[in-house]
């Protein structure tokens, strides 16, 4: 696995949950201090938490949990 950052850790969080239909991803337990690029939040694809692509983020996360912790 590569290293963790902003862009990629959600992708392995057991906090992500799927969004039915869209290609997006939802936070179970979200970061209330997350901020997202104002180029992704005008064009829709980062409406954190509820529907959001981590790209857009500009931070990382402190709510984020391992899949593989226990």
């Known amino acids: 696995m590569n ?3 902003q862009y ?3 992708w392995n969080c ?3 949950r799927t969004v039915s239909g869209d290609c ?3 936070c179970a337990d979200p970061d209330p ?3 997202g690029n104002a180029v992704g939040i005008r ?6 938490p ?3 692509d981590p ?5 990382m996360c402190a709510n984020f949990l391992s899949r593989g912790a226990k």
């Open 8 to 10: 990629n850790e959600c």
């Open 50 to 52: 509820n529907r959001f």
């Open 55 to 59: 790209t857009w983020k500009t931070k």
């Open 33 to 35: 201090d997350m901020a």
């Open 14 to 16: 057991k906090n992500k």
């Open 3 to 5: 290293e963790l950052n």
């Open 24 to 26: 997006h991803i939802r």
């Open 43 to 48: 064009r829709g694809w980062f409406i954190y």
